[in-house]
């Protein structure tokens, strides 16, 4: 799943705290869930557009090229507004309850700490790895790391899911058959 997100693997912030970045991203599956985030939203969307939309006989109103890329446009916000806020999460001062925290990196972070330092390890680690951690909220709050890295390529893959979608499904709707293009239905 790494490779997938290479952008965010060769940035400088996860040279600088690789062990957090890999904690969240690879052990805890967040290049995974990003990914799935991305293909539920496109799924959503896609099966919105193509069988809401698309598939009235009788009106074609709303089976259009604009629409299609409102819907395109709605997939990569709401991945990017989920991938952001849901699993990179807000500032780790808020409800230690709230979605917004419970599956994100901030969590992942005081989680990977609290492991490292619970079997009674030298001071110097303990100290290190607070000092990282805080590194790494300070910059997320402040809108870094790898937070828009991030969220921005699980939109990107958003708009890849959503168009391939969009290929797969077109030629089982009335309406929607030539949307965003006639290829590679021929009717």
Known sequence: MDKLFFFVTSSDAWKNTRNFHENFFCDNNGFLYGILVALVVAIFLAICFYFGLANNKRDNAMANIPVWLAFLAGTAIL??????????????????????????????NTEYVVKQTSGNPNEQLVTKLNSDKQAIDTELNRGKDVRYLFSIGCAVYGLLFFYLLSIAIKGFTYQGVSIPHLWPHKN
């Open 79 to 108: 991945v990017f507004l989920c991938a952001n806020y849901v699993l990179i999460g807000k500032s780790n001062t808020l409800n230690p309850k709230s979605i917004f925290y419970n599956y994100s990196f901030y969590k992942a």
